[in-house]
T-cell receptor, first 114, second 113 residues
């Protein structure tokens, strides 16, 4: 089992650009959540996807959007990048029937905005 | 809304000494509580979790935590620290019917030889 995989592992973007991050959930998991972890802080919930729809959203602007595909993989898109968007972006997947008690995290994507 | 507070952003112990990382939570309903470990440039690995069963929870790598409702605490302990335990530790809380897992700011554990 490959676990939760994220790509790319690192990337550098310029202010104002757009970025897409990708996540493949653990086998058998149908729910994907995205988190932003700024340097020296704990992760913050961005949103969660289930059945290809955004089920819940944290306190993030509309510049952050996402998508879930029929195979349960997910993308996180960030438009009009700001320097403050520099962070580690973590994807977590959860299995059916254990949504609130299981969350497996990927290795993350380190985004640097210059 | 639910939240957690981790007391002490940095904890330093000697190898073989007791590890105690503190976490207090706030929740209006019974919580699910988690401890995760993060090594440099890596994601989060689950150490243990409380999901309303036994209040003393045993996890991986010799760690355990006790849920104390009266103190709203979920402190993480390990009897004897190992050099490989040096990492960042995060306490997190979640409640039923809310998909937003709230994390503390983290505690960096240093283990001295």
């Amino acid at each position: 089992d490959a676990g939760v995989t994220q790509s790319p592992t690192h990337l550098i973007k310029t202010r104002g650009q757009q970025v897409t991050l990708r996540c493949s959930p653990k086998s058998g998991h149908d729910t994907v959540s995205w988190y932003q972890q700024a340097l020296g802080q704990g992760p913050q919930f961005i949103f969660q996807y289930y059945e290809e729809e955004e089920r819940q959203r944290g306190n993030f602007p509309d510049r952050f959007s996402g998508h879930q595909f029929p195979n349960y993989s997910s993308e996180l898109n960030v438009n009009a990048l700001l320097l403050g968007d520099s962070a580690l972006y973590l994807c977590a997947s959860s299995p059916p029937e254990q949504l609130y008690t299981e969350a497996f995290f990927g290795q993350g994507t380190r985004l640097t905005v210059v | 809304a639910q939240s957690v507070t981790q007391l002490g952003s940095h904890v330093s112990v000697s190898e073989g000494a007791l590890v105690l990382l503190r976490c207090n939570y706030s929740s209006s309903v019974p919580p699910y509580l988690f401890w995760y470990v993060q090594y440099p440039n890596q994601g989060l690995q689950l150490l243990l979790k409380y999901t309303s069963a036994a209040t003393l929870v045993k996890g991986i790598n010799g760690f355990e935590a006790e849920f104390k409702k009266s103190e709203t605490s979920f402190h993480l302990t390990k009897p004897s620290a190992h050099m490989s335990d040096a990492a960042e530790y995060f306490c997190a809380v979640r409640i039923y019917n809310n998909n937003d897992m709230r994390f503390g700011a983290g505690t960096r554990l240093t283990v001295k030889p």
